[in-house]
Each structure stands twice: as structure tokens, then as C-alpha cells.
């Protein structure tokens, strides 16, 4: 079974900085790509940084220029790194692996985190 550990949330004031990481255990062959979604109270989920096992990374508009998404691809750990939070980064983050193949059972699936809160005070 894999399981995603997340850590790094916390309350920060606005135009500050956090790093989230997220770990994935468990017998994992591979990870295709792993991303950080969030979801604010009353709002969809919607995908801020992802980063393919090659190192191509995808980001959200509004987060372009102050997050930065990485990944250890052999500790199948990824970061991301906020800076110049704002009040609207207020969310629960929650980690996203897909494509992850596995040895125990071997199969290949997509695994989320628990989510961690993130809260930018004005």
C-alpha cells in the first residue's frame, strides 16, 4: 500500500514563505507525476504545481512567479515552495501522486495525501 505524508503547513502573514513536502512510501517502482492541489472552503479543488518524473512542471496561473515545485525522485518526495503568500492561498494543500507503480501489488494507480492546512493571515 502507498501512502502520501505530507508536512509544512502553518499560518504565515501575507508576503511570506512556506515549503510543503510530501512523501510517498510503500514498494513504488515508479511515480509518473506528483502535484500539490488546494481547496479553499466553499471552492473546488483545483491543481497548483505538478511535476512529471522527467522534471516538467505545470502551474497555476496565479501562483506563476511566487511557487516552485520540485521532487526528489529517489525518495519520491516533492516540495513546493511558496513565496509572497497571499490571503487567497488560504486552503488545505493536498499532495497528488499519479501513475504510481507498484512491486506489492503490481499495479499502477493514483494516491492522495491527507492535506495539509495553509493559512495566510492579511
Known amino acids: 500500500q502507498v501512502q502520501l505524508v505530507e508536512s509544512g503547513g502553518g499560518l504565515v502573514q501575507a508576503g511570506g514563505s512556506l515549503i510543503l513536502s510530501c512523501a510517498a512510501s510503500?514498494?513504488?517502482?515508479?511515480?509518473?507525476?506528483m502535484g500539490w492541489h488546494r481547496q479553499a472552503p466553499g471552492k473546488q479543488r483545483e491543481l497548483v504545481a505538478s511535476i512529471t518524473n522527467g522534471g516538467t512542471t505545470n502551474y497555476l496561473d496565479s501562483v506563476k512567479g511566487r511557487f516552485t515545485i520540485s521532487r526528489d525522485n529517489a525518495k519520491n518526495t516533492v516540495y513546493l515552495q511558496m513565496t509572497s503568500l497571499k490571503p487567497e492561498d488560504t486552503a488545505v494543500y493536498y499532495c497528488n501522486a499519479m501513475g504510481v507503480l507498484t512491486h506489492t501489488p503490481l499495479a499502477k494507480k493514483d494516491y492522495w495525501g491527507q492535506g495539509t492546512q495553509v493559512t495566510v493571515s492579511s
Open positions: 510503500g514498494t513504488i517502482f515508479s511515480i509518473d507525476a
